[in-house]
């Protein structure tokens, strides 16, 4: 009964109902939830890398459509960093590796990193 619960907590009421009256107030604790911390997967500017691709990369990696494809693009070009998106950890790392191999594999100099909101 109340004794055998690490939830009980003393609440001033008796216990002790009598023989066979065993009575207990559970009070439960709330389980305690926390949330993730975010990181934002930056996109970098460079000379080189085609605007195309850019803005291809931004549908393909990060679901974006057309025209916040072009705004988030064109953005980076003219101040040189921008946010292509906000995750948890293991979401952020994946998109940048994945923009990263994308750009290896084309021949773009591209660069793309995550840090911490
Ligand atoms: N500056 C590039 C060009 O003029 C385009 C570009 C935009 C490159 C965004 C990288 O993250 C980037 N071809």
């Known amino acids: 009964m109340a004794e055998d619960n690490e ?3 003393e609440n001033g009421n008796d216990d ?3 023989p066979g009256q065993g ?3 559970v009070t439960k604790t ?3 939830t ?8 930056l996109l970098l500017n460079d000379d080189y890398t085609p605007q195309e691709f850019v803005v291809w990369l ?8 057309a025209e916040d494809a072009v705004r988030i693009m064109m953005h980076v070009h003219q101040s040189g960093i921008g946010v292509c998106g906000v995750y948890t ?7 940048v590796a994945q923009v ?3 750009s290896r594999r084309n021949q773009h100099p591209l660069q793309c990193t995550m840090e911490r909101e």
């Open 89 to 95: 950890y293991e979401i952020a790392e994946t998109k």
């Open 16 to 18: 002790n109902g009598g």
């Open 58 to 65: 931004l549908q393909a990696v990060f679901k974006k459509d």
């Open 100 to 102: 990263m191999e994308l």
């Open 30 to 32: 709330a389980p305690k």
């Open 7 to 9: 939830n009980d907590q």
């Open 34 to 41: 926390k949330r993730p911390s975010l990181y934002k997967v």
């Open 23 to 25: 009575v207990g107030v």
